[in-house]
């Protein structure tokens, strides 16, 4: 596993389609992600499916991760991830986690079981 692409929040960048997307320029994944992330309040285009990483200081950057509350907290922390910060499990980490499903909390709890 690619420590630098495990996402602050916990999710798998290296697996995420929109880097798969950017890595295979791969326009039918762009369209069906779009098509599938997007909605009314948060429309996406095919171009906008694009990533290099949560963690990667480099463009382009997912629009929804651009606008990450979780990364923007991590930064400023300068962690490494949500795992490695004395306020774990907090308020902003616990509301992205219950969209996000077991498998980011599941990472984020097997790297804190390595630093604690």
Known sequence: MNENMIAYCGLD????PAHLALL??????????????GSPEYPLADKDINC??????AEPRFKFCRECA???CATGRGVET????EDYECGTLEGWLKQAGDEARERLEAI?????
Not at 31 to 36: D, E, P, V
Not at 52 to 57: A, E, Q, S
Not at 112 to 116: D, E, K, N, P
Request: charged share 30%; hydrophobic share 35%.
């Open 70 to 72: 979780v990364r923007a």
């Open 13 to 16: 960048c290296a697996v995420c």
């Open 112 to 116: 804190r079981s390595t630093l604690y």
């Open 24 to 37: 295979n320029d791969d326009n039918e994944l762009r369209a069906k992600q779009a098509a599938k992330w």
């Open 52 to 57: 290099v990483g949560c963690k990667v200081d």
């Open 82 to 85: 949500c795992a490695h910060c």
